[in-house]
């Protein structure tokens, strides 16, 4: 059964890092762009960041948290992340990683809920001194 599980989410101060994880199982991750996006409570799913399956290792980063966001994936280990630096109190939310076929990510795409079809089930951030 094709599953995606984030990890890594918790509780840092302002200025602080996370780096969290969307580990796939049942699937080769590979073949899939991934996307983060996040939830904060009364809000709409926010797409963050994706980047592509392709070899150019294409990527598209919402201006909220360019520069101080990436999103690195390591396919042998079918594992993608989501660097987190710099984190802002603007910043907690649920994350979310998941996958959708024949995407590339660039500064051209903006995140659809749509065009992913497997999510994880999300981590919570929080940013609080």
């Known amino acids: 059964q094709a599953q995606l599980a984030e990890s890594g989410g918790g509780l840092v101060p302002p200025g602080g890092s996370l780096r969290l994880s969307c580990t796939a199982s049942?699937?080769?991750?590979?073949?899939?762009?991934i996307g983060w996006f996040r939830q904060a409570p009364g809000k709409e799913r926010e797409g963050i960041s994706c980047i592509s399956s392709t070899d150019d290792g294409a990527a598209y980063y919402a201006e909220s948290v360019k520069g101080r966001f990436t999103i690195p994936r390591d396919n042998a280990k079918n594992t993608g992340y989501l660097q987190m630096n710099s984190l802002h109190p603007e910043d907690p939310a649920i994350y979310y990683c998941?996958?959708?076929?024949?995407?590339?990510?660039?500064?051209?795409?903006?995140?659809?809920?749509?065009?992913?079809?497997?999510w994880g089930q999300g981590t919570q951030v929080t940013v609080s001194s």
């Open positions: 998941a996958t959708g076929p024949d995407l590339y990510c660039d500064d051209t795409y903006n995140p659809d809920v749509r065009d992913f079809a497997s």
């Open positions: 049942g699937f080769r991750l590979g073949y899939y762009a």
